[in-house]
């Protein structure tokens, strides 16, 4: 198992690099800044700068590396998904070998072009709305939802880039019966921290004495607690879409929205208890790419 997890970061170190100097040549083709692309992917540019450079030491979670990788390349006229899906997250089975991997010039799309089909649809939303609104005299303000919704650019959360949700299923009593009982710590225990993804939805990973827990996707609006004789670690990949509250204190965010944020709660956070606001003293360790 050593060796095959070994093997894999050694395999995600070489694609990782291979995919980051491509994309690299094909943002300076088009003569746009690591700034612009920001702009349109709504990454920071030091994960961008780390994805080219081939930095998996200033990256997230391999399924994070792979969105962002999917976004840079739909952001530059290039087929994003092909280009995620030849980064191996050790999930899913190996892919096969990428069309990518040939000229430069086969795979180039102006980038003007997209403005100019971005200027097309607004041209086309707006003489819509003007007709609708000489005919009926009552749709300015859905047309001007329309207008804005078409204009604005994405600014969902990164967490949320990751894919689509999965469909909703009913869990079975089975499943329902273990969430429960992960969620509902010991009471006597001193260590408690309950928290609510207020965000769309957030990968997190609970490490409690330690032991993992929990490490998966929360949507918006789940609440989970858990309970440490010890310690226990909460890591978020979108820091700002989850509140914490430490042993009943006042919830407050994890983090910065984006951000990956990992801290650590201890039983000596008790005796520092702050009065003021009733938060306790945290033992953090923040990880922020």
Known sequence: ??????????????????????????????????????????????????????????????????????????????????????????????????????????QLRPFHLYLLYTLLVLGAISGLSYMMNRSTGQLPRYASNAQLSAGQPNSQPLGEFYGPPAP??????????????IASPTSDKPVRVSLTVKGQQSWLRIVVDGKTEFEGMLSQGAQRSWAAEEQLTVRAGDAGAVEVSYN??????????????????????????????????????????
């Open 248 to 289: 009943e204190s006042q919830p407050k965010p994890l983090g910065q929205p984006g951000d990956v944020q990992e801290k650590t709660f201890g039983k000596t956070s008790q005796a520092s208890l702050n009065p003021a606001d009733g938060s306790a003293n945290e033992t953090a360790i923040s990880q922020v790419f």
């Open 168 to 181: 909703s299923q009913s869990p079975s009593p089975s499943s329902r019966a273990v969430k429960t009982a």
């Open 1 to 106: 198992m050593k060796e095959q997890t070994l093997q894999l970061v050694k395999e995600q170190k070489e694609l990782l690099a291979e995919i980051g100097d491509y994309l690299r040549r094909l943002r300076q083709h088009q003569e746009l800044s690591l700034e612009d692309v920001a702009t349109i992917t709504l990454i920071p540019v030091r994960t961008l700068s780390a994805i080219e450079d081939g930095d998996l030491n200033r990256l997230p979670e391999p399924v994070y590396i792979q969105g962002f990788i999917k976004r840079y390349a739909d952001a530059i006229g290039v087929d994003g998904t092909e280009f995620a899906n030849a980064f191996p997250t050790g999930i899913h089975p190996k892919p096969s070998k990428p069309s990518w991997r040939g000229t430069i010039e086969a």
